[in-house]
């Protein structure tokens, strides 16, 4: 018998033609889904790569095997009766090219060639995803009274995306400004810069939570995955979790073990004390002396309902710090605070970001340490590189620190995560106004007016660049106009007396100070203050003297002393070097 007789004995041409015709078929099928279904635009080339490793299996398998009534036999055991060869020659083919189509797609699931595995289990995204943002939750109760909730929920959905550093997440500030917005998503992704977007609503009722949640590929205004999760309030921090976790799965996103820990790493908390927290934030976020005075009061209620719930410790570690630094209180009477606030967090949670912050801040602004400031810093950021805030504190470090070109990199990954945080801009002109370069100050200012018309923090600012670059009149129209917007800000009005001064408008000056004094009856003025008025009147004696007190008190204005325009008039003085001498300022 010839070698081509054998072939046809052992019905392997016949397996070849219909795992061909077989193969053919299947190519067709996925290149009709490919558009049709979410699959990658590779899958018909994988298809036909699968197709021709498994051609060689299906013939050697015809070759050496038999389907017999008793079953599966090689071929040299088979006598050859009409009985086996008819079951031979009609199921034969079947049977061998089914069983190497099913193998070898057994083999390509269990080595998860090209993700297949994890795209049939998961589902599929149909481009890469690399960024996210988390649209603003709806309010499905209808009650404004319950916004504080919702707010506080997508804020929580933010911070357990941000823990995926294979992830670029949207910061609270830019997400916020699109709530209630009927912007086109596709818009809306454009602005932020992403690939995605999370949008969704969350409901209350007693102690029971809904959430439901959407996730959308920006490009295609596609939706990729849609769940909805009802729990018990004290399990709510689970959902945003779970939510993280699918969400990183549908986009195949890289999570480190590490971060797979911390996201894993979810407690139950209780109903009243998650409520309480979610108004402490609520009232932190407005930045404002009596907002803050609140915020305090219900992380401290939070916390006597849970002792162990960390994040309350940092929300009232972020409160004594800002007023602290804001001036609303003296430094000595807040920074303490806030260090035993974010010490208790860490002693909770050595991994939380927010409390490594908090840290970092206390050591730059009050303890005036700055190694164990910068170790803190990145301390925060290695934890959440998504954190935008701690990369805005980091450049504020920088800055001081007079590492430019450094700072600048690290505003440019704020803005990253928070492209229309007014915060951020402002941050930017702070880095190029100590650098002495006015002109990219004012543009960045005018960017952050063009987003806020009267921001007085912008307009302030705008002025101090227009002061170096002597062009007082736009100095100190921007100013007033600040100081109107602000009322009762006094780092806005000592700013605009400095302004005065610097344009030889005396009495408009000493007209501030006295104000100034004024108000220091009743309330803590900074001693920082006072002593820029002073330097802009060229009355050296006084000006040194206040900051003297200003080092007294810990300002947090103080760690820009080597740095600030306005005190140049002051660096040849023995005084002003021992001053920089006893801050230990780096070389």
């Known amino acids: 018998m010839s070698f081509f007789d054998e072939l046809k004995r052992r019905n392997v041409v016949r397996v070849g033609i219909a795992y061909l015709v077989a193969a053919w078929v299947l190519i067709q099928v996925s290149d009709v889904l490919t558009p049709i279904v979410p699959l990658p635009t590779w899958a018909p080339r994988l298809v036909f790569v699968i ?38 020659s009609r199921q034969k083919t ?37 960024s996210i943002a988390v649209l603003p939750l709806a309010n499905l109760s209808g009650d404004p009274e319950q916004d504080y909730f919702v707010d506080g929920m997508t804020e929580t959905l933010i911070a357990e995306l941000s823990k995926i550093g294979a992830l670029r997440v949207i910061s609270r500030q830019s997400v916020m400004r699109f709530r209630g917005s009927d912007e086109p998503l596709v818009d809306i992704a454009r602005q932020l810069n992403v690939d995605a977007v999370v949008e969704g609503s969350a409901l209350q009722i007693g102690d029971e939570v809904r959430i439901t949640v959407q996730l959308i590929e920006a490009a295609t205004d596609k939706n990729l ?37 911390h996201l894993a790493d979810v407690r139950e908390v209780n109903p009243e004390a998650y409520r309480l927290y979610l108004l402490g934030r609520h009232h ?54 806030e260090r035993a606030a974010a010490a208790a967090a860490l002693k909770i949670d050595s991994n939380l970001a927010d409390a490594h912050k908090a840290y970092a801040a206390i050591h730059y602004y009050y303890d005036w340490d700055w190694q164990k400031a910068e170790e803190e810093f990145q301390r925060a950021i290695s934890l959440n590189s998504n954190y935008a805030e701690a990369h805005q504190f980091y450049t504020w470090f920088l800055t001081g620190m007079g590492r430019t070109e450094e700072a600048l990199t690290s505003i440019r990954r704020a803005l990253e995560l928070e492209p229309l945080g007014i915060t951020m801009y402002l941050t930017a002109s702070d880095v190029f106004y100590v650098s002495r370069q006015y002109d990219r100050a004012v543009t960045q200012l005018q960017e952050v ?139």
């Open 284 to 337: 932190l976020n407005k930045w404002e002396p009596a907002e803050l005075d609140k915020a305090i009061r219900y992380f401290q209620q939070a916390i006597a309902l849970d002792p162990e719930y960390a994040r309350a410790y940092t929300g009232l570690a972020t409160c004594y710090g800002a007023i602290g630094f804001y001036g609303f209180m003296p430094p000595r009477d807040t920074f303490e605070k």
């Open 449 to 587: 007016l063009d987003l806020s018309p009267n921001e007085p923090l912008a307009l302030s600012r705008l002025g101090w660049s227009y002061v170096q670059k002597g062009m007082f009149t736009r100095a100190i129209g921007n100013m007033e106009q600040a100081v109107t917007l602000a009322s009762g800000n006094t780092e806005s009005l000592f700013m605009l007396g400095h302004a005065y001064a610097a344009a030889g408008k005396t009495a408009e000056a000493r007209k501030v100070l006295a104000d100034l004094h004024a108000l220091a009856k009743n309330q803590y003025i900074q001693p920082y203050g006072f002593a820029l008025i002073h330097t802009g009147l060229g009355e050296n004696d006084e000006a040194l003297e206040w900051l003297e007190r200003a080092y007294q008190d810990r300002n947090g204005w103080m760690v820009s002393l080597q740095v600030e325009p306005r005190l140049d008039p002051l660096r040849s003085d023995p005084r002003f070097q021992d001053l920089l001498r006893r801050m230990n300022f780096p070389e």
């Open 51 to 88: 197709l021709v490793i498994g051609f060689l299996p299906a013939l050697i398998l015809a070759w050496a095997y038999e389907v017999t009534p008793d079953g599966i036999k090689r071929d040299e055991k088979v006598t050859q009766n009409s009985e086996t060869f008819v079951l031979s």
């Open 225 to 261: 995955w849609a769940d909805s999760y009802d729990r018990d309030l004290s399990d709510v921090l689970k959902i945003h979790s779970d939510v993280a976790h699918t969400i990183a799965r549908k986009i195949r996103a890289v999570v480190t073990p590490e971060e797979a820990a």
């Open 94 to 130: 079947v049977w061998a090219v089914s069983f190497s189509l099913v193998a070898l797609l057994t083999v390509v699931l269990a080595l998860n060639a090209g993700g297949l595995r994890e795209r049939l289990v998961f589902g599929v995204a149909s481009g890469s995803i690399t």
